[in-house]
């Protein structure tokens, strides 16, 4: 009994470490302009039995069972931070991207991998899938000090948050062929409609059940709220994924309807699943970390044939996926070979290495080896250069203006009142101007500004300036025009 107590202490102990070092790992990867995700899985291959040998693990299925949740928990931040109104005029463009291009990165990847690994076909097409999907998550860290131009970063974002379950699918799809002489394409094809079909009604009804019971249920707690939209995130993946639809897609759907209905505990509701996926992110590599044996992954052979796939992947599938994916669509020269150096891969494919793992195919060891380094050599090329390259081509501006956040006093249904805290930007068009001068909506009082750390008290000849934080209290009724104000800028003329 004793002994037992030891290890659950000892347990805790480690993954109080491995927070604690991952929150510090984002800090230094910021300032080394290498993707977190990188410093994450060498935390856990440090950590590991080729390592300190803190932590012996090999079971693919817990990973895959980690991986899934994680997964579920990033799409579902992922979707709830992203605007529909920015990603609307992109839907199109996306969608082929995050379908026509991961279908000709896994066609062309394939190639590659049936000659370079002595594989069979289906076996190049299998590999060609895992490292199909891109992990935009990566690139916006590593530019979230810049602004790229807006539809090229609502491509990547749509991209990202959509094309995940298309790899998923394709792994699924091509582990069942290889194991079964039954199962024809046009089985496949169907099968694919339908789970793409499922994920996008469950996802939507679901969302929008959400958003209604967030709104209308009186909980006593604000901190209840947060949960309740988790909760209904791992159903929805769950109630669909059941039901034979694409649960991953589904939670992003869902996300979306959330995200962008007006919510009671919005702010709350976000920040919570802001820093749940951050736990998850480091959570998640780090154990993908764990499954590695660096004495394996180092091996001069995976090396070689890592390095030629990850030049197939990054300069020849993802440029010509691009390009085919955005045919029509006026993208210029720069955007185009941005979107191509910015198909960072991450999780995603390590996750999905581990489907052949468990379905016990001849060369899953070998395709778990292989994607892990061609991530790693993604992950560390291109994420220390889509930065600089995205200024060398022109495509960053200034700092992008930061979103309304809300600061709940108490429950909408208690009191219908909200504190807003609005970040002002030299653009708005508020800026210059006094506060008797500007007409606010009615019910709105600006409560408190703060300028350059120093609180300054508000009063009718206060001067709006650029980077003023405001705290601005208003009622439920005006808080739809106060937005709509705020988000008036000055006339500029675009580039």
Do not use: C
């Not at 107590?5 to 080394?32: C, E, P, Q, W």
């Not at 890592?306 to 020849?316: D, E, H, V």
């Not at 291109?382 to 979103?403: E, N, Y």
């Not at 805290?421 to 653009?427: A, C, I, K, R, S």
């Amino acid at each position: 009994m004793f002994g037992d107590i030891l290890y659950t202490d000892y347990f805790v102990l480690i993954v109080a470490l491995f927070l604690i070092i991952g929150v510090f790992t984002t800090k230094f990867s910021t300032r080394l302009g290498v993707p977190a995700l990188i410093l994450f899985i060498i935390l856990g291959m440090i950590a590991g039995s080729d390592g300190l040998g803190l932590i012996y693990f090999d079971n693919p299925s817990y990973a895959q069972l980690i991986g899934i949740f994680a997964l579920v928990v990033i799409l579902f931040e992922g979707g709830l931070s992203t605007k529909w109104t920015t990603i609307k005029p992109v839907a199109v463009p996306a969608i082929l991207l995050a379908t026509v291009g991961v279908l000709v990165t896994t066609s062309i990847v394939a190639i590659g991998a049936t000659f370079i690994l002595g594989v069979t076909w289906l076996e190049g097409l299998l590999f060609g899938a895992i490292v199909g999907s891109t992990d935009a998550a990566a690139v916006f860290a590593a530019l979230k000090e810049k602004n790229i131009k807006a539809r090229l970063g609502a491509t990547l974002e749509a991209e990202s948050g959509t094309n995940d379950p298309m790899a998923m699918f394709l792994t699924l799809a091509f582990i069942e062929l290889i194991l079964s002489d039954e199962t024809g394409i046009g089985n496949t094809i169907g099968s694919f409609f339908l789970q793409m079909g499922f994920g996008i009604i469950f996802g939507m009804a679901l969302g929008w059940l959400a958003s209604k019971i967030i709104n209308r249920i009186n909980l006593d707690s604000g901190g209840l709220y947060p949960i309740i939209a988790m909760g209904f995130a791992l159903l929805t993946y769950s109630v669909t994924a059941s039901l034979g639809g694409s649960g991953l897609l589904a939670v992003y759907v869902a996300a979306l309807i959330i995200g962008n209905s007006d919510l009671t505990y919005r702010h709350t509701i976000f920040r919570f699943n802001e820093g749940f996926a951050w736990m998850m992110q480091i959570l998640m590599f780090i154990i993908l970390g764990l499954l590695v044996f660096p004495g394996q992954l180092f091996a001069g052979e995976i090396i070689l044939h890592g390095l030629l796939l990850s030049f197939i992947l990054m300069l020849i599938a993802r440029p010509v996926a691009v390009l085919i994916s955005t045919l029509g669509f006026n993208y210029s020269w720069q955007e185009k070979t941005l979107l191509s150096w910015a198909g960072l891969r991450g999780a995603v494919p390590i996750v999905l290495a581990t489907f052949p793992m468990i379905a016990g195919l001849e060369n899953a060891q070998l395709f778990f080896n292989v994607v892990f380094f061609v991530v790693l050599t993604s992950a560390l090329i291109q994420g220390a250069t889509i930065s600089p390259f995205a200024q060398k081509l022109g495509l960053t501006g200034p700092k992008k203006v930061v979103p309304l956040h809300s600061l709940e006093l108490v429950s909408i249904g208690q009191a219908n009142a909200e504190i807003i805290e609005y970040t002002v930007n030299e653009e708005t068009r508020i800026v210059g101007k006094t506060l008797a001068e500007i007409e606010f909506p009615d019910d709105v009082l600006i409560n408190a500004i703060i300028r350059k750390g120093e609180l300054v008290t508000p009063y009718g000849e206060t001067e709006i300036k650029d980077k003023d934080i405001l705290y601005i209290l208003v009622s439920r009724s005006s808080k739809k025009d106060l937005k709509k104000m705020l988000g008036e800028r000055k006339n500029i003329p675009d580039d």
